[in-house]
């Protein structure tokens, strides 16, 4: 190989982990995967009024198993749990979530990455909000695509998905006056703060985002758009920690996560298998 392709197989790699930081959104998943043959686990805590009263309810406490399969699949394993409406504290269900990235671009401090993603739940809650949910509170399924931009220390990335909910478990049926067919829609925009110079994968790594999040319901009007700023820490580029506030712009549903805090913490074992 000569030494200006060496040279830029260097950089590449420099800036693959100068910038792979501000591309892990807190709400929404980018196109790209985390690293082949490693297992992640993650645990993310959505703390929020309940709905119509001043309680602070878990809903919900989501622990998650991932495993990067390959460079371009990957599956989480999740478990729902909550105590919602002051509740007692328990499993509510459980969602198996996999991504496959069909699509990549690569260049000097850039690519851009298109995936389809797909999630199957099951929940035995009562179905109190009118809101689809399908990633803690509805058992059903979601069939998405998802792009994503990285422009040096800046990560843009759209998203959609097809949402259905059916009855939950525990003969807890999906209300009859209630659409069970969604849209959702995202935009998400994430920039590298720190480290200003990258030295080495030991810094930590700083990153601002700013998500929006809309549902729409294919059988009648209800719809939400909501806003969330958030920032992210990841420490040896392996540990991350994220910490967001989401707030409605608009919203005619009942919601279980909208106008609260995520805390989230990740960690990665990397070339495990």
Same mark, same amino acid.
């Given at each position: !190989?000569?030494?200006?392709?060496?040279?830029?197989?260097?950089?590449?790699?420099?800036?693959?982990?100068?910038?792979?930081?501000?591309?892990?959104?807190?709400?929404?998943?980018?196109?790209?995967?985390?690293?082949?043959?490693?297992?992640?686990?993650?645990?993310?805590?959505?703390?929020?009024?309940?709905?119509?009263?001043? &309680?602070?309810?878990?809903?919900?406490?989501?622990?998650?198993?991932?495993?990067?399969?390959?460079?371009?699949?990957?599956?989480?394993?999740? !478990?729902?749990?909550?105590?919602?409406?002051?509740?007692?504290?328990?499993?509510?269900?459980?969602?198996?979530?996999?991504?496959?990235?069909?699509?990549?671009?690569?260049?000097?401090?850039?690519?851009?990455?298109?995936?389809? &993603?797909?999630?199957?739940?099951?929940?035995?809650?009562?179905?109190?909000?009118?809101?689809?949910?399908?990633?803690?509170?509805?058992?059903?399924?979601?069939?998405?695509?998802?792009?994503?931009?990285?422009?040096?220390?800046?990560?843009?990335?759209?998203?959609?998905?097809?949402?259905?909910?059916?009855?939950?478990?525990?003969?807890?049926?999906?209300?009859?006056?209630?659409?069970?067919?969604?849209?959702?829609?995202?935009?998400?925009?994430?920039?590298?703060?720190?480290?200003?110079?990258?030295?080495?994968?030991?810094?930590?790594?700083?990153?601002? !985002?700013?998500?929006?999040?809309?549902?729409?319901?294919?059988?009648?009007?209800?719809?939400?758009?909501?806003?969330?700023?958030?920032?992210?820490?990841?420490?040896?580029?392996?540990?991350?920690?994220?910490?967001? &506030?989401?707030?409605?712009?608009?919203?005619?549903?009942?919601?279980?996560?909208?106008?609260?805090?995520?805390?989230?913490?990740?960690?990665?074992?990397?070339?495990?298998?």
């Amino acid at each position: !190989m000569s030494l200006s392709k060496t040279l830029s197989a260097l950089l590449l790699v420099l800036a693959s982990n100068a910038s792979i930081a501000q591309e892990l959104f807190v709400y929404t998943e980018p196109a790209s995967n985390m690293p082949a043959k490693s297992l992640g686990i993650r645990l993310t805590d959505y703390i929020n009024k309940g709905y119509g009263s001043g &309680y602070t309810a878990n809903a919900p406490f989501i622990p998650e198993l991932m495993w990067g399969v390959s460079k371009n699949l990957m599956i989480h394993a999740e !478990m729902f749990m909550g105590n919602n409406n002051a509740a007692p504290f328990e499993v509510k269900g459980g969602a198996l979530y996999a991504k496959y990235r069909f699509y990549s671009s690569d260049q000097l401090y850039r690519h851009f990455r298109m995936a389809v &993603y797909g999630r199957a739940a099951i929940n035995n809650g009562h179905v109190h909000m009118d809101a689809l949910q399908i990633n803690g509170q509805n058992t059903g399924y979601q069939l998405g695509w998802v792009g994503t931009q990285l422009l040096h220390k800046t990560a843009l990335s759209v998203n959609m998905y097809y949402e259905q909910a059916t009855d939950n478990l525990d003969n807890n049926k999906f209300p009859e006056t209630v659409g069970n067919k969604a849209l959702n829609y995202s935009f998400s925009a994430g920039r590298l703060i720190l480290p200003k110079k990258y030295t080495g994968y030991k810094q930590m790594n700083l990153n601002l !985002m700013l998500e929006f999040l809309g549902q729409h319901s294919l059988a009648d009007n209800r719809q939400y758009l909501s806003v969330a700023p958030s920032v992210q820490f990841i420490f040896n580029s392996q540990t991350r920690i994220d910490l967001g &506030y989401r707030y409605d712009l608009y919203n005619n549903t009942k919601t279980a996560t909208n106008n609260g805090f995520i805390v989230r913490v990740e960690h990665l074992l990397f070339n495990l298998f």
